[in-house]
């Protein structure tokens, strides 16, 4: 940590986000809170790990078209070799564990590459705040999307529920059930370890702030919600007498988010009052 110090570089803020360049909500969050660290500080120098191959010019650019935010300066990009070391393709077994353990070593590289004066998270890699502060010296901070584990998770393996978590052959099983009830019980112990290590601790939202004060057992979590640009949404006519019966579900198309469960919520709302919702449908947006 001693060493670390003398390599530290002060009024330099790093996000650690080594799939920046992917074009999600994640992201939005990302640039919209660089742009605006930077309209604030402009004495803060910025910079992005990513283990992206386009380079620092091709992001920005892409994040200008994808979502019209332009940079008031540049940003410092910090390549990263190891990033495969947290993509969960790597991990067929024990995913969480081995993406919670690789960040880790991930985090490790991007320090020795570049040590900043604070370290952000914003990527959800809870196991790199210990190595950021811990071994470098570097305030912590985080803004957390998603826990990587939820008391819901845990408590639908003790249920013995097949879900998008929990294998329909393990929730058949009384004892792969319980292995894989201590395996969660040991990772959220892990996480919350790992958690209380950031200083500074921001959620997405008040069901996300929930989890991670009971998780990380911290008290000082703010919630700061995404920015959406709505704009463009408030130039639209509004026609009450033209509406139609519509449900609109915008979400990716990814396991936890119970796209199959929506479809069965509507089939029953068309079983029950099928007068009523006749003309009715659903609509399910995502990528």
Known sequence: RACAAC???EYVLAFFHPYCNDGGGGERVLWCAIAALQRE??????AVYTGDAPSGEAIIARVRERFGIALPRPVRFVKLRSRWLIDASSYPRFTMLGQFLGG???????????????FVDTMGCACAYPVARGLFGCHVACYVHYPTISTEMIKAVGARRAEHNNDATIAASRWRTAVKLCY???FAALYALAGRFATVVLANSTWTAGHIRQLWDARGVRVLFPPCDTTALAELPLCPLEREQLVISIAQFRPEKAHAQQLR?????RERWPAEHADARLVIIGS
């Open 7 to 9: 390599y530290r570089e």
């Open 41 to 46: 500080h402009p004495r803060l120098s910025i």
């Open 104 to 118: 880790a070593f991930v985090a490790v590289e991007a320090l020795c590459r570049l040590t900043p004066s604070v």
């Open 184 to 186: 969660y019980c040991a």
């Open 265 to 269: 919520a509507f089939a029953r709302l």
